[in-house]
């Protein structure tokens, strides 16, 4: 097979700590070596003045077939998925029927091998048709190819399912993903609880609603020693209580959406629907918090947070509207403008919240550029200004508040498996 070097690119690879200028070798489909020089028989990529980083990974999106195919299709999102950098996703179960059979789990791998664009990591319902009443055949889902857990949007409010979701996962060594949300303080909410949707008049999603849940489903990790990973979270309360369970190695993990730091909840004085998320837009001291927490660490995980619904859907009143935005295109030109140019974080950082820890939160064998690793690479041209055109998305989706907004760094070449499957050129 072809040999091909890339060269004369910023390598960052978080699971090696190694950030510097050098070449990276791939070769029948795997990393072969870095630090090499280029030979005859050597296909180029030059990467000067890219970041060549081990593939993104994103571990909460939502891929909404079956069921709901006007909104997204496994192939459509996969390939919204290699144009924003990232070789592998985790299917969220937001389906018609749920992920919770043997039969959803090998369809949706099915379908994303005929789709042939990123690698597809399905989650599995925790609790059977996502009912929250019953915990589903995980046994048989893990056996299928399922490598973790969860209902998705549909937080475990039942705290015996979730106690035995995690007792059960453990033995397989995987982790349950659940969304912190205390439904009865948020229910009928359209946004943060703050000053401004009290001008607005809008209904309120408190803070409380998710900072209480995850104390809740904290405790019962520890009790456990299960694997918990708490999606999305977005407060400052969430950050607080999670670093304290992290200094009693709770094995509790926790991602952010990457929206939650380009946006304040004062966006919503428009009443787009675009901008009706859950979790909701937060103020800025929780903003704040949140970048702090993942400075330090506590917030583990960047994730695009992908919700395609369809125009139609979003098209009625905010109050109406359906939660949720496209993320997978915008995700990492928003956390470098936002984070990188701004100067909260650096790229090593971001490399490892979006891919290292990733791998290492799902238990797969990926995030890393280490020889003999599948090569999933990402090249990034971290200073490449472009604006967001939403009628140019490859989701079949368009929900996103970001249409015509300028961001800075993108991906403009992803590679899966050592073949380019992604190349961006300008469109």
Known sequence: MLKTLIQNGRVIDPSQNIDRVTNLLIEEGRIAAIDVDPQSDMKVIDATGKLVVPGLIDLHVQIREPGFEEDETIESATYAALAGGFTSIAAISETNPPVDSAAAVIYLGRQASEADHCNVFPVACVS??????????????????AIAFSDGQRPVSNPELLRRALEYTLMFGRPVLNRPEMVELSRDGVMHDGSVSTVLGLAPMPAEAEDVMAARDIRICEATGGKLHLLAISCSGTVDILRRAKVRSVGVTASICAYQFALTDDAMRGFHTSLKLNPPLRSRDHIDACIAGLKDGTIDVITSGHAPRSSEKKMCAIT??????????????????????????????????????????????????????????????????????????RSKSFNSPFGGVELTGRAVETIVGGVTKFRYDGN
């Open 320 to 393: 109406e509207a359906p939660f949720g935005m496209v993320g997978l295109e915008t995700a990492l030109g928003l956390i470098s403008t936002h984070l990188i140019h701004t100067g909260h974080v650096d790229w090593p950082t971001v490399i490892r919240a979006m891919s290292t820890n990733v791998a290492q939160v799902l238990g797969v064998e990926k995030g890393t550029l280490q020889p003999g690793a599948d090569a999933d690479v990402t090249l990034i041209d971290p200073d490449a200004r472009w604006t967001v055109d939403t009628s140019s998305f």
């Open 128 to 145: 059977s048709g996502r009912q929250g009443e019953e915990m589903a055949e995980i046994g048989i889902l893990h056996n299928a190819g």
